[in-house]
């Protein structure tokens, strides 16, 4: 009989540490087609680009990547190295509402008259205000060059690209409501934000599992010396 019950509780404790690290959430990140309208100096264009959102913990935030695969809009003219400029807007749902720019450095090499320009990795810092699930969805571009300005809208209405599992400083507190997005810098006075991201959560879901296999443990080293006392 205590044979038994002790197997059983060790199976039990070794199933209850699985789940909880089975349990732990991860960032989901999508690359979603956007179908650009863009209205240029020189008329109104199309096109259509992959994008991918990324997010990686860093300080007090997150560092935010745009990344566009293929090139958008063109330009009659070449477009010298370092003349074009972009920058976009991400539209925050869920937990937060509002949204996060992001710029890019300026064209490294020249772009060529009537080709697609390729738009260069736009960047920025996300800060949480609320905790909960947080979504990405591609907005707005914006393309300075030579002067002149060119917008390009997405008309499909794309799909969220990352979703980011947050948690505010001090704990926060859950809900939609407030705006947030626009790119922070850290508290002052050297505060830190908690380590909020997926891994963080990971680690912790790790050890309240090591935690539960070590009861578990503990538990099958009692039933066995109260076993060979009743002997």
Known sequence: ?????????????????????????????????V???????????????????????SGSGYQITMTFEK???????????????PSAVIKLGGADTGTLAVKGPANPETVPANTPIKITDLTGTYTPKKTGK???????????????????????????????????????TTGTTGTTGSSQDAPAGGEELPQTGPEDSAIALG????????????????LTRRNQAHR
Do not use: E, H
Request: with cysteine.
């Open 1 to 33: 009989m205590y044979p038994k019950r002790t197997a059983a509780l060790a199976s039990a404790a070794a199933l209850a540490g699985s789940a909880v690290l089975m349990a732990a959430p991860a960032a989901r990140a999508d690359v979603v087609d």
């Open 35 to 57: 179908n650009y309208q863009c209205k240029t100096p020189i008329g109104d264009k199309s096109a259509v680009s992959p994008i991918d959102i990324k997010g990686v913990k």
């Open 71 to 85: 090139g958008v809009s063109s330009s009659p003219v070449d477009l010298g190295k370092g003349a074009m400029n």
């Open 134 to 172: 947080v979504t990405f969805t591609p907005g707005v571009l914006t393309i300075k060059a030579l002067g002149t300005t060119t917008t390009c809208t997405p008309s499909n209405a794309p799909k969220v690209s990352l979703t980011l599992d947050v948690t505010a400083a001090g704990g926060g």
């Open 207 to 222: 050890t309240l599992g090591g935690t539960v296999l070590l009861a578990g443990a503990a538990g099958v080293l009692w």
